[in-house]
């Protein structure tokens, strides 16, 4: 791919969370931001459509499963699959780990409360 | 059969007094008469008070008295008597046969020996004296004759008792309860037993079978029965095959009624067969067994879709149904939600949502809470003008039993039958028992249910409150602490949420001891460099903190300063239950190996104390800093960590 046109220097990709809980998310960014990431924010899945729509630089979305609003994480999650395949999914959820089934192919889960160490090796593997 | 009358000895065996004449004892005597030459012969039987001649030739009397009888002499000597003058002899000078007419002066005769005793003498008699008496050649033929008359007696008295086994065996065949059919085996060109012609029947048959007894006297097995079913041509032919009697439980498809009973083979492809109807008694026991099987499954099923599902599958077959479901009404008993349930091959579908009223009248009875009983949907007044419905389901005879949740009709249990079907009072009563049973398992699985769901909403909200926690003090503490200290932080928070994760999951509310190292250990990524090893340990919610926070402690120091420093060395954990004054303890063994070499800290901060806490806060532990790694050993009750 190096002769593609969109060829772009390697650099920290951006990293859209989407957490509905203020504090979690203002952590979480807080977080990313350290290890480098540029870092966008949704409250909601609704709110993430838009962002994703016009911020063709995000390459990682981190959804919390449990958000309020049209969609949960996981709906989003597909959604996103669906009309970004390339963009790579992360999902958290305080409510245990949801089913195989429910969580598309080739995106991670990581239980919350989270494990920073663990958040950022899964960041590492998809950038 | 036992008779119970005594055996009769001596001449009564033979009922053979007052018998007319019979030729073979007639030619018998005058050939006795002819051999001695002498004018009369008898064939004398000695009863009580009398001499009975069965046969006699040359006198007109019948019988006499005993006082009379000279064969009586031979009976009682049971030997051979001849008296050349009777004038002459003591024993018969007197006699009125000689004193008066026919005034006889010679008497020879010879004892009648049967198996049963002497019963009675054949004699020559002649009315001159014979000096010298018979000839040897004349005594010879006498005794031989009179073993004639011994098997002619004999020949009488077993045929008679032959007639009347024969009369008792017709008499209990026609009494007995069973049913009972003599039949002759109808074959096909290969010699295959193909059908059978029916030849006698008892009283009982059409009562067990329902067909007139006069309708089936030569008639066939096929003409008698709508079609033939191959497994009783099968028993009739084992039975004829192997000449033994073939036992058989079996049912007859045409009629859905079980028989028990025994094929005899009577020879020259006749046989027989016993019988009685026992479709009740196997109704009962079906019941029976259904009543066992329908409680493992509500025991052991935890969905309740499969289990009511599973339910039906036992509740159809003990009934011997062709279809069970369920279905779950809606608040105004309108419609009816049903399963797909369980059903014989054969039957249509039924899943899917149906409105009472497009099947007759049955609201008014669901709607005062009572099952809805219908022989036959044909004639049943409130069905018969609906029945397309139903038939278009091969139902008649049909029966829905309300299941309630808490006091309310929410369901029915429908059972259905393809033909009409008597609804006996102890199904009905199963079937109510079997919905009672149903509604309690139901009850309790929505209880647990719901157990489980608000467990999950705790587990859910403890661990936000721990992500919460961890965001307040990231934002709180960024400035406060080194980036080591607060990850170390982060990290016991972690730990807690581990201990958490597993105490939820699990449905003892126990958190597995392997499971929460491992989890700890993994999210160290150090967990390819430990060997676990262990009984399988349950930790109540307590112990599992206390212990996920001790092996994160164990685990980070480690990582820092131990084993796990250095990429060669590695961690051996595992654990035992030792026998204990008290009881059994826990035992958790911590060996550290191929690391840098360690040394006691010198100072003790909050992870030491932590440590220090053992694996229930009540201590325990021994740390042994050795060259080869540390040595640690944390000991604790065994009860106390499963229960608190």
Same mark, same amino acid.
Request: charged share 25%.
């Given at each position: 791919?190096?002769?593609?046109? %969109?060829?772009?220097?390697?650099?920290?990709?951006?990293?859209?969370? $989407?957490? %509905?809980?203020?504090?979690?998310?203002?952590? /979480?960014?807080?977080? /990313?931001?350290?290890?480098?990431?540029? $870092?966008?924010?949704? =409250?909601?899945?609704?709110?993430?459509?838009?962002?994703?729509? =016009?911020?063709?630089?995000?390459?990682?979305?981190?959804?919390?499963?449990?958000?309020?609003?049209?969609?949960?994480?996981?709906?989003?999650?597909?959604? $996103?699959?669906?009309?970004?395949?390339?963009?790579?999914?992360?999902?958290? =959820?305080?409510?245990?780990?949801?089913?195989?089934?429910?969580?598309?192919?080739? =995106?991670?889960?990581?239980?919350?409360?989270?494990?920073?160490?663990? $958040?950022?090796?899964?960041?590492?593997?998809?950038? | 059969?036992?008779?119970?009358?005594?055996?009769?000895?001596?001449?009564?065996?033979?009922?053979?007094?007052?018998?007319?004449?019979?030729?073979?004892? #007639?030619?018998?005597?005058?050939?006795?008469?002819?051999?001695?030459?002498?004018?009369?012969?008898?064939?004398?039987?000695?009863?009580?008070?009398?001499?009975?001649?069965?046969? &006699?030739?040359?006198?007109?009397?019948?019988?006499?008295?005993?006082?009379?009888?000279?064969?009586?002499?031979?009976?009682?000597?049971?030997?051979?008597?001849?008296?050349?003058?009777?004038?002459?002899?003591?024993?018969?000078?007197?006699? *009125?046969?000689?004193?008066?007419?026919?005034?006889?002066?010679?008497?020879?005769?010879?004892?009648?020996?049967?198996?049963?005793?002497?019963?009675?003498?054949?004699?020559?008699?002649?009315?001159?004296?014979?000096?010298?008496?018979?000839?040897?050649?004349?005594?010879?033929?006498?005794?031989?004759?009179?073993?004639?008359?011994?098997?002619?007696?004999?020949?009488?008295?077993?045929?008679?008792?032959?007639?009347?086994?024969?009369?008792?065996?017709?008499?209990?065949?026609?009494?007995?309860?069973?049913?009972?059919?003599?039949?002759?085996?109808?074959?096909?060109?290969?010699?295959?037993?193909?059908?059978?012609?029916?030849?006698?029947?008892?009283?009982?048959?059409?009562?067990?079978?329902?067909?007139?007894?006069?309708?089936?006297?030569?008639?066939?097995?096929?003409?008698?029965?709508?079609?033939?079913?191959?497994?009783?041509?099968?028993?009739?032919?084992?039975?004829?095959?192997?000449?033994?009697?073939?036992?058989?439980?079996?049912?007859? @498809?045409?009629?859905?009624?079980?028989?028990?009973?025994?094929?005899?083979?009577?020879?020259?492809?006749?046989?027989?067969?016993?019988?009685?109807?026992?479709?009740?008694?196997?109704?009962?026991?079906?019941?029976?067994?259904?009543?066992?099987?329908?409680?493992?499954?509500?025991?052991?099923?935890?969905?309740?879709?499969?289990?009511?599902?599973?339910?039906?599958?036992?509740?159809?077959?003990?009934?011997?149904?062709?279809?069970?479901?369920?279905?779950?009404? #809606?608040?105004?008993?309108?419609?009816?939600?049903?399963?797909?349930?369980?059903?014989?091959?054969?039957?249509?579908?039924?899943?899917?949502?149906? &409105?009472?009223?497009?099947?007759?009248?049955?609201?008014?009875?669901?709607?005062?809470?009572?099952?809805?009983?219908?022989?036959?949907?044909?004639?049943?007044?409130?069905?018969?003008?609906?029945?397309?419905?139903?038939?278009?389901? @091969?139902?008649?005879?049909?029966?829905?039993?309300?299941?309630?949740?808490?006091?309310?009709?929410?369901?029915?249990?429908?059972?259905?039958?393809?033909? *009409?079907?008597?609804?006996?009072?102890?199904?009905?009563?199963?079937?109510?028992?079997?919905?009672?049973?149903?509604?309690?398992?139901?009850?309790?699985?929505?209880?647990?249910?719901?157990?489980?769901?608000?467990?999950?909403?705790?587990?859910?909200?403890?661990?936000?409150?721990?992500?919460?926690?961890?965001?307040?003090?990231?934002?709180?503490?960024?400035?406060?602490?080194? @980036?080591?200290?607060?990850?170390?932080?982060?990290?016991?928070?972690?730990?807690?949420?581990?201990?958490?994760?597993?105490?939820?999951?699990?449905?003892?509310?126990?958190?597995?001891?392997?499971?929460?190292?491992?989890?700890?250990?993994?999210?160290?990524?150090?967990?390819?460099?430990?060997?676990?090893?262990?009984?399988?340990?349950?930790?109540?919610?307590?112990?599992?903190?206390?212990?996920?926070?001790?092996?994160?402690?164990?685990?980070?120091?480690?990582?820092?300063?131990?084993?796990?420093?250095?990429?060669?060395?590695?961690?051996?954990?595992?654990?035992?239950?030792?026998?204990?004054?008290?009881?059994?303890?826990?035992?958790?063994?911590?060996?550290?190996?191929?690391?840098?070499?360690?040394?006691?800290?010198? @100072?003790?901060?909050?992870?030491?104390?932590?440590?220090?806490?053992?694996?229930?806060?009540?201590?325990?532990?021994?740390?042994?800093?050795?060259?080869?790694?540390?040595?640690?050993?944390?000991?604790?009750?065994?009860?106390?960590?499963?229960?608190?």
């Amino acid at each position: 791919m190096a002769h593609s046109l %969109d060829y772009k220097p390697q650099q920290a990709p951006t990293v859209l969370v $989407v957490e %509905d809980e203020p504090l979690q998310r203002m952590s /979480l960014m807080d977080l /990313l931001e350290e290890a480098g990431y540029t $870092v966008a924010e949704a =409250s909601d899945a609704d709110q993430a459509l838009i962002i994703l729509e =016009s911020r063709p630089d995000i390459r990682i979305v981190l959804a919390d499963v449990d958000m309020p609003g049209s969609m949960d994480g996981l709906r989003l999650a597909a959604l $996103v699959r669906d009309r970004w395949p390339p963009i790579e999914i992360i999902v958290t =959820s305080g409510r245990g780990i949801p089913q195989l089934a429910t969580i598309p192919a080739r =995106s991670i889960f990581l239980p919350k409360p989270l494990n920073e160490q663990r $958040v950022k090796e899964a960041l590492s593997l998809f950038s | 059969m036992v008779d119970k009358t005594p055996p009769v000895l001596g001449i009564e065996a033979y009922e053979i007094f007052d018998t007319l004449p019979e030729r073979g004892y #007639d030619d018998l005597v005058s050939l006795a008469a002819q051999i001695c030459t002498t004018k009369i012969a008898v064939v004398s039987l000695i009863d009580k008070d009398r001499q009975w001649f069965k046969a &006699r030739i040359g006198t007109s009397l019948c019988q006499t008295g005993l006082e009379s009888s000279i064969c009586r002499f031979v009976v009682d000597e049971d030997c051979l008597i001849e008296i050349e003058d009777l004038t002459a002899d003591p024993r018969t000078s007197q006699n *009125p046969l000689v004193t008066e007419q026919p005034e006889i002066r010679f008497y020879a005769g010879v004892p009648l020996r049967t198996p049963l005793g002497t019963v009675g003498a054949l004699a020559v008699i002649d009315d001159v004296p014979r000096h010298g008496g018979l000839l040897p050649s004349q005594r010879e033929a006498l005794e031989k004759l009179s073993s004639l008359v011994v098997d002619l007696l004999e020949l009488r008295r077993r045929s008679t008792a032959l007639g009347a086994t024969r009369k008792r065996w017709r008499s209990l065949i026609q009494a007995m309860d069973e049913g009972y059919f003599l039949a002759q085996a109808l074959r096909d060109e290969a010699g295959r037993l193909r059908d059978w012609a029916y030849l006698e029947v008892n009283p009982a048959w059409e009562r067990h079978v329902g067909i007139p007894a006069d309708a089936v006297i030569g008639a066939t097995y096929a003409a008698l029965f709508p079609f033939i079913e191959s497994d009783w041509i099968a028993l009739a032919a084992k039975a004829l095959e192997t000449e033994q009697p073939v036992s058989f439980v079996q049912r007859v @498809k045409a009629t859905g009624r079980w028989y028990e009973g025994t094929f005899y083979p009577v020879g020259q492809d006749y046989f027989s067969a016993t019988f009685k109807d026992v479709t009740s008694q196997i109704a009962a026991r079906n019941r029976q067994d259904g009543l066992i099987a329908l409680g493992d499954v509500l025991h052991d099923e935890r969905d309740i879709a499969t289990m009511i599902s599973q339910a039906m599958a036992v509740i159809g077959k003990a009934l011997c149904a062709d279809r069970a479901t369920y279905g779950e009404l #809606d608040h105004d008993i309108e419609t009816i939600t049903v399963a797909e349930g369980w059903a014989l091959p054969g039957m249509p579908p039924i899943k899917g949502l149906y &409105r009472f009223d497009d099947y007759g009248r049955l609201r008014e009875t669901l709607l005062a809470g009572e099952a809805l009983v219908i022989t036959d949907i044909l004639t049943d007044e409130r069905t018969r003008d609906d029945s397309t419905g139903w038939l278009a389901l @091969k139902a008649r005879g049909v029966i829905n039993v309300p299941v309630r949740e808490d006091g309310r009709n929410v369901a029915l249990m429908l059972v259905h039958f393809c033909m *009409p079907h008597d609804w006996t009072s102890e199904e009905i009563h199963w079937l109510h028992n079997a919905a009672d049973r149903l509604e309690l398992a139901i009850a309790r699985r929505r209880a647990d249910e719901l157990q489980i769901m608000i467990n999950g909403e705790i587990a859910h909200r403890l661990r936000n409150t721990l992500a919460m926690v961890q965001a307040v003090a990231r934002m709180t503490l960024r400035d406060a602490l080194s @980036k080591e200290e607060a990850s170390r932080f982060y990290e016991r928070l972690q730990s807690l949420g581990r201990a958490h994760d597993l105490l939820h999951c699990d449905e003892q509310r126990a958190a597995v001891l392997g499971d929460l190292i491992a989890n700890i250990l993994r999210d160290a990524s150090v967990f390819e460099r430990c060997q676990i090893s262990g009984p399988v340990m349950r930790l109540g919610s307590r112990a599992a903190m206390s212990t996920a926070l001790l092996i994160h402690e164990m685990t980070t120091n480690a990582c820092k300063h131990g084993a796990l420093s250095v990429p060669e060395g590695q961690v051996v954990i595992s654990w035992q239950v030792e026998a204990s004054q008290a009881g059994n303890d826990l035992v958790l063994f911590w060996q550290e190996q191929g690391g840098p070499p360690v040394s006691e800290p010198t @100072k003790g901060g909050f992870g030491a104390r932590l440590i220090s806490f053992g694996l229930i806060g009540t201590g325990g532990v021994s740390l042994r800093y050795e060259q080869e790694g540390l040595s640690a050993s944390f000991r604790a009750d065994a009860e106390k960590i499963m229960r608190t």
